[in-house]
């Protein structure tokens, strides 16, 4: 079975931009987490989505929006990127036992 | 709200024993996770206490006290290959997040 699959592993982008980072979880997940990982700190939770519900928000402005589709992928978009924003961008494939995380995408804006 | 302790380094020798410790403060407690993270990589599962008591899993130990509000890692039989950050995260009480410490960043040495 494939893991937690995420895309693009790096990216550049320029403040103002904006991104889309992708996430696939493990077959038969229904719920989809989103981490940012700011160098040298642990993962701050940023969203959870399940069965394409918001289920949990973190304490990240309204320019981090999220969405689940039917099969579960989801995506995290950034608007007007600042260069805090730079970071591992983490996704975790939840079920009641615990928590998978993808090997991130490292989103660098210059 | 949440908040989370552990130390910021530690440093150990090959085939030693070390133990890292995490408190935590917390306003729902839903179970205790540690994660290992490699430079780059993404976190790795390594434990799960919901329930009072030490659970081992190989050279790997995790301790639980809800009432005092910690739990410690024991890593056993140190290789090089342990070099890495640890997390210690919390799940709270609505099940839809975990909460990180800042990491735990562990060296071995020869």
């Known amino acids: 079975d494939a893991g937690v699959t995420q895309s693009p592993t790096h990216l550049i982008k320029t403040r103002g931009q904006q991104v889309t980072l992708r996430c696939s979880p493990i077959?038969?997940?229904?719920?989809v987490s989103w981490y940012q990982q700011v160098l040298g700190q642990g993962p701050q939770f940023i969203f959870q989505y399940y069965e394409k519900e918001e289920r949990g928000r973190g304490n990240f402005p309204d320019r981090f929006s999220a969405r689940q589709f039917p099969n579960y992928s989801s995506e995290l978009n950034v608007n007007a990127l600042l260069l805090g924003d730079s970071a591992l961008y983490l996704c975790?494939?939840?079920?009641?036992?615990?928590?998978?995380f993808g090997s991130g995408t490292r989103l660098t804006v210059v | 709200g949440q908040n989370i302790d552990q130390p910021t380094e530690m440093t150990a020798t090959e085939g030693a024993i070390v133990q890292i410790n995490c408190t935590y403060q917390?306003?729902?407690?839903?179970?205790l996770f540690w994660y290992q993270q490699h430079a780059g990589e993404a976190p790795t599962f390594l434990s799960y206490?919901?329930?009072?008591g030490l659970e081992e899993k190989g050279r790997f130990s995790s301790f639980l006290s809800r009432s005092k509000g910690y739990s410690y890692l024991l890593l056993k039989e140190l290789q090089m290959k342990d070099s890495a950050s640890y997390l210690c995260a919390v799940r709270g009480a609505a099940g839809n997040k975990l909460t990180f410490g800042g990491g735990t960043r562990v060296l071995v040495k020869p």
């Open positions: 077959s038969g997940h229904k719920s």
């Open positions: 975790a494939s939840t079920s009641r036992d615990g928590y998978t």
């Open positions: 917390t306003s729902g407690f839903n179970g």
């Open positions: 206490n919901v329930l009072d």
